[in-house]
């Protein structure tokens, strides 16, 4: 008996894969708050959250 594939730690390739994704910009954003009044822009924005190394941003809605 030798046909066990031995696929383990998967999750450390996939957080390495993640992190460079996000470090060449392909982060991967939730929206935290929809239709939040922005101050300096002076009206309505998005605020989304990348889940995996929480930066932030905003965008227009
Ligand atoms: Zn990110």
């Known amino acids: 008996m030798s046909n066990v594939i031995p696929f ?3 999750d450390l390739k996939k957080r390495a894969k993640a992190h460079t994704l996000c470090k060449n910009g392909y982060h ?3 929206i935290v708050q929809e239709r939040k009044f922005d101050v300096k822009q002076g009206r309505l924005v998005t605020l ?5 190394c929480g930066k932030e941003k905003t965008t227009l809605t």
């Open 48 to 52: 989304s959250r990348c889940i995996r």
């Open 8 to 10: 383990r730690k998967p």
């Open 28 to 30: 991967k954003w939730k």
